[in-house]
């Protein structure tokens, strides 16, 4: 153990010389010289650290000094050139990636700083209802505000692309709505039309122009347009819904395939759609309101169908957002308990104004714009609550049988789904083939039509006989009035007076080529989303 002990002490002394200070005893003062401490085998490691160092160095080339040297001064001035805040966060920021990830090279980015944008809200598809509220909803006042102004740029914007949405359909290419083309309307037209509907179709779409308002919309006082001055008899008494008025005149263009951009009536339809967009009342919660006092949401509903429609069928990126805000105020609108519309917003519905808005949510649907699943549960769920012998019949506000509240429902059972082998669906349609067309109710011929058409078969041909021909031998032919229509069988007759006949009149002789007959293909393409 002694002899251990000293040669431990002996190594400790060596290693005191090696890293004692270089001051000889003669120049050293007093002060200067390190007092006698305990050494330790521990305490000398960091001495020979750096005395390695030190002889690294005197190794090292001098050029990788310099390079070192010169890294660490562009690192510092790197760090100090940055803007203030910007280092704490690259401290903070990990990024990891995974090993088959690809990075595309990063542009450029300038120091200029950023200018302030002014953010504006924009209406947009609605994905869930709105919460419900119980504001008390006056018509009045609630139309009180002056209609937003809505820039459109020139409608011939670049189009939207075509791609996978509009695939092929049954027997011919496009959505529900590509029979209106020149090529596939000659085609539909052997399935029931004639060269006598066509002709009635065209001498009312003249008639329709030639009593367009000079600010583009139209009135179902007809004579209140300058080019008629009143040489047109059995005008409207809904003066003031101008929106609905302008809604129904522009319908027959669409379905005869009349659009901004294309067409013998191109002007015509413009200002019309522009007269619908520039009145709407936006709300970036609610969508785009078209609501009048006079038209209530039959206004709403058909103005609904024309814009889903004209964006539809010419995919104008300037009738987009207008169009889903359309739809986005039907999602609003809804009876937020029973599911159905009426007159005002958010009230309990009947079958008559709910039809039009079904229409509406299915033209958006066919145009791919955004059709909430909840709105279209609801609303089936509205028609559950009228239904009538297991849902053959319909009523207006309860379970009924009514002719006209009968077609509405069944229409609308097809268009949320019900298949052509359903019962109560198959017992309705037997129930209209009975009881024909009318002589003056164009409300109830105008949805009855529409069931036979996508029903299809005998019931079909033998309701279209009738129904075509009363049409066209019906239509007026001498004056000014001539390719109008008018009948006393329905309300709207009243309110809409010619136009309102002329307009219902018209899309019932379009019905071979405005819609596809749903139970086709594309009944299994185009249906509502659940």
């Known amino acids: 153990m002694a002899q251990e002990q000293a040669n431990n002490d002996a190594a400790e002394a060596a290693d005191a010389a090696e890293t004692a200070p270089q001051t000889s005893p003669e120049t050293a003062s007093p002060e200067t010289k390190p007092a006698p401490e305990e050494k330790s085998p521990r305490s000398q490691q960091p001495g020979r650290s750096r005395t390695s160092m030190r002889n690294a160095l005197r190794q090292m080339p001098s050029w990788l000094v310099s390079m070192v040297l010169h890294m660490v001064i562009l690192l510092g001035l790197a760090l100090w050139s940055l803007p203030p805040g910007i280092t704490d966060e690259l401290r903070q920021l990990i990024v990891s990636s995974g090993e088959n990830d690809e990075f595309d090279d990063l542009e450029e980015i300038d120091d200029d700083p950023l200018e302030d944008i002014e953010v504006t809200a924009d209406v947009v598809a609605m994905d869930a209802p709105i919460e419900q509220e119980t504001p008390e909803i006056s018509p009045a006042e609630d139309m009180e505000a002056a209609a937003v102004q809505v820039e459109l740029s020139e409608f011939g914007l670049e189009h939207a692309p075509k791609n996978d949405l509009l695939a092929s359909i049954g027997a011919f290419s496009g959505t529900g709505l590509q029979g209106r083309g020149s090529g596939s309307r000659a085609a539909m037209l052997r399935q029931g039309g004639s060269k006598g509907s066509e002709k009635a179709v065209g001498a009312a779409l003249k008639w329709l122009a030639a009593h367009q308002m000079p600010d583009g919309g139209w009135n179902f006082n007809h004579a209140a347009c300058p080019q008629c001055n009143g040489a047109c008899r059995n005008p409207g008494s809904g003066v003031q819904a101008r929106r609905g008025a302008t809604a129904m005149a522009l319908l027959p263009f669409l379905g005869a395939g009349q659009t901004h951009k294309s067409g013998n009536y191109k002007q015509t339809v413009k200002g019309g759609l522009y007269f619908l967009v520039q009145s709407m009342k936006m709300d970036p919660r609610k969508g785009g309101s078209m609501f009048e006092p006079a038209g209530s949401m039959y206004s709403h509903g058909l103005g609904s169908i024309t814009l889903c429609e004209a964006y539809a069928m ?14 986005n105020f039907i ?13 005002a917003p958010r009230t309990p519905g009947d079958t008559s104004v709910v039809g039009w808005q079904i229409m509406a949510l299915k033209s958006g649907h066919m145009a ?9 549960v609801m609303a089936s769920r509205f028609l559950d609550s009228v239904q009538a012998n297991g849902g053959s019949h319909y009523g207006y506000v309860s379970p009924a049988a009514g002719p006209a509240t ?11 789904g019900w298949k052509k082998d359903n019962p109560a669906l198959q017992k309705g349609v037997t129930w209209l083939s009975k009881a024909g067309p ?34 066209v031998n019906s239509q007026a032919t001498a004056g000014h009035e001539a390719g109008s229509w008018t009948m006393h069988g329905d309300h709207g007759a009243t309110v809409g007076g010619r136009l309102y006949c002329t307009s219902m009149a018209t899309m019932i002789l379009e019905v071979y ?14 249906e509502f989303p659940e």
């Open 331 to 343: 999602c609003y609108a809804q009876d937020p308990v029973g599911g159905g519309w009426r007159y």
């Open 314 to 327: 010419t995919h104008d990126k300037g009738l987009l957002m207008p169009a889903q805000a359309a739809i």
């Open 406 to 416: 009968t077609a509405i429902g069944l229409l609308c059972r097809m268009y949320l």
């Open 368 to 376: 791919y714009l955004n059709v909430p699943p909840r709105t279209v």
């Open 438 to 471: 009318s002589p003056g109710n164009m409300y109830y011929n105008y949805y009855a039509t529409q069931v036979m058409r996508h029903w299809e078969g005998e019931e079909w041909e033998k309701w279209n006989a009738v129904m075509r021909d009363q049409l």
């Open 513 to 526: 080529y405005r819609h596809m007959p749903i139970y086709r293909k594309q009944s299994t393409e185009e």
